[in-house]
């Protein structure tokens, strides 16, 4: 039977840092903690030269044989909102940009080829990443024909002047790109780090905080992810590890809401559910957690780094024989405030009562409350309808009521 290991923390942890116990058998599999990955690049960096010509062409047309590629125009006038966008035979996965502010997405595999964008002025920069790296996914992949926008029945425009742009998946591609330490990258991105193994150890990297994408493992492709099928780790084999420092690289389509990753010693799979919001809280997509607030009084959290998110959960714990009063949740970031919060709603919870919903934690009225029954879990789950940068979280109670201790999760 294989031995299962855990790693140490030491102070050295505190920076990133994972410190490896010193005995390991051959063929044990092993844990590591959360570490974060601080070197980062985005895919717009460092671009190859666009492919030949001006018109749509699919990705393996641009060169290369497997990965994705970026299209690119300047639309020609101002498009509203009430546009529907027109992909004519699309294969694979398109994140869409407008001047480098992603917009919308949509996924062929799904059977979708149209979207609604936010309106375009004239001259903004259009740009369409195209995931083609899904092994299943059959050429021409990509886009394969033409892009246009319907404004009225019989008024299709075609966007013309396309310049394809690959984006290879091999390890010198990959390697070359432009790391720094900035701030996470928005859209498509690569992230580097390093974490410890003894010799012959095998590890199961934790991808629950990611979404689409591949990983090197010191400089060869350790496979592609896809967390959406529920299964959310890739086997790192032992042909792939090497005793004490292994570097990682991991390229991710929409990058996740924090760049830290974790290894488990055995595979995790999650059940599918109908929507993100009906997903069961990871604890790997936990930000922060405490005590919580006895007196009554607010709680204020400062997380350890800027979370760039969607949703965010809080849940408490502990409160299996009373109600939990929580008048309502602040986030502080750039962008947020009170127009933004409009965008706000209600995802999943673990209940509510008739007169106090959990749409009362996020309705800006502190004179009302969602009251969370009784439960070991009171969780509320708050879409905050676009992409967020979260630096700080405010919990409000209703008056005079305590708050038990919490965890803040992104996703």
């Not at 075609?158 to 432009?178: E, H, K, L, T």
């Amino acid at each position: 039977m294989k031995t299962k290991l855990i790693y140490n923390l030491t102070a050295a942890s505190l920076i990133g840092a994972a410190v490896l116990l010193p005995v390991a058998a051959k063929g044990d599999t092993v844990s590591v903690p959360e570490f974060r990955l601080r070197q980062m690049a985005s895919v717009w960096d460092r671009l190859p030269q666009p492919a030949p010509g001006d018109s749509i062409m699919p990705v393996e047309q641009t060169g290369i044989d497997r990965g994705g590629a970026i299209y690119r125009t300047r639309v020609r006038r101002a498009i509203p909102d009430s546009a529907t966008w027109i992909i004519d035979e699309p294969n694979g996965r398109l994140l869409f940009f407008a001047d480098g502010v992603p917009v919308g997405e949509i996924d062929s595999r799904k059977g979708v080829k149209s979207i609604k964008l936010p309106p375009m002025p004239e001259l903004a920069v259009m740009e369409i990443y195209a995931d083609a790296s899904d092994p299943t996914l059959t050429e021409p992949k990509g886009i394969t024909r033409s892009v246009s926008y319907v404004q009225a029945p019989g008024d299709t425009t075609v966007v013309a002047d396309w310049r394809v742009i690959p984006v290879p998946m091999d390890f010198a591609f990959v390697s070359s790109r432009a790391y720094g330490e900035d701030a996470l990258p928005e859209g498509p991105a690569y992230y580097k780090g390093s974490f410890t193994l003894p010799e012959g150890a095998s590890t199961f990297l934790n991808l629950s905080k990611w979404n689409r994408g591949t990983v090197w493992l010191n400089g060869r492709e350790a496979g592609s992810f896809d967390t959406s099928g529920g299964v959310k780790t890739l086997h790192l084999t032992e042909d792939l590890t090497t005793a004490g420092e292994n570097s990682l690289i991991i390229f991710d389509i929409k990058g996740p809401a924090v760049a830290r990753v974790s290894c488990s010693d055995r595979e995790i799979v999650s059940s599918a559910s109908a929507g993100r919001g009906a997903r069961s809280l990871d604890p790997d997509m936990i930000v922060a957690e405490g005590e919580g607030s006895a007196g009554g009084s607010p709680v204020e959290i400062t997380l350890p780094f800027p979370v760039s998110t969607r949703y965010i959960a809080v849940e408490f714990t502990g409160r299996a024989d009373a109600e939990t009063a929580l008048a309502e949740v602040k986030a502080i970031g750039p962008g947020i405030n009170s127009e933004s919060r409009r965008l706000w709603k209600v995802s999943g919870m673990s209940g509510e009562t008739p007169d106090n919903p959990a749409s009362d934690a996020i309705d800006s009225d502190t004179a009302t409350a969602w009251h969370a029954p009784a439960s070991p879990s009171q969780w509320l789950i708050i879409d905050l309808g676009t992409q967020c940068s979260i630096t700080d979280l405010v919990l409000i109670p209703a008056a005079a009521s305590p708050l038990p201790a919490y965890r803040i999760y992104a996703f």
